[in-house]
Every structure is written in C-alpha cells, then in structure tokens.
C-alpha cells in the first residue's frame, strides 16, 4: 500500500501547511516522463520516512492554484515543507540520495 498522500488545491492547506511533521511535496503530471522516473523514488522516500515525514503527490494539473501560488513552472519539483513554509526544493529528476540528503537536514 502507498504510504505518500494524494493533495490537491482544496487538501494542501490541511495536509502541508497544517502539518506538525515536515511534507515533501512532489509536483507532477502524468504525461511527463521524467515525473514518473521519480515515482519510485517518492514511494521509496515514503515508505523509509513513514512516521517522521508526510510525503505527497500534487498534479500540477489538476491543482493549478496550488502549482501558481509556488510558482511552479518545471515538473518534476519537489519542495520540502518544514512548519507550513518551503524550506528546500529540488527541480528535475534527481538520484534518492538528494532528496534524503535534504530531507535529512531539517529533521
């Protein structure tokens, strides 16, 4: 079973925003190859993080709003959320190891 959540423009603010533990965020598309290069790699980072971290999945779009408000203009991205502000962002599709590495440094 998938441990990372499904966000959206109306579940982020409860999800990240609000959340006492730090969220990464993945942005992404299902026609974007690269985006799903890191699916693997997001589930991995879930399934090792579980307990200590939320990790999400939000498709640019079907949450435009969301996607503006970051001003995301490249997928993949992915922003690590910390106390409901973005922290650390990674965009492209990066190896686990820098992602945990930043995931790492503000737990």
């Known amino acids: 079973m998938s ?4 966000l959206n ?3 982020f603010k409860a999800e990240v925003i609000e959340s006492e533990l730090p969220v990464v965020v993945d942005f992404w598309a299902p026609w974007c190859g690269p985006c799903r290069l890191m699916t693997p790699i997001v589930e991995e980072l879930a399934e090792e993080y579980d307990g200590k971290v ?3 999945k939000l ?3 079907e949450s435009p709003g969301v996607s503006g408000e ?3 203009i490249s997928i993949p991205t992915v922003i ?3 106390d409901g502000k ?3 962002q990674v965009i492209g599709a990066v190896p686990k190891d820098t992602i945990a590495k ?3 440094a503000v737990l």
């Open 102 to 104: 930043k995931l790492e």
């Open 54 to 56: 939320k990790i999400g």
């Open 3 to 6: 441990k990372e959540i499904t």
């Open 80 to 82: 690590i959320f910390k």
């Open 9 to 11: 423009d109306s579940n």
């Open 59 to 61: 498709n640019t779009d």
């Open 86 to 88: 973005p922290v650390d």
């Open 70 to 72: 970051y001003g995301i």
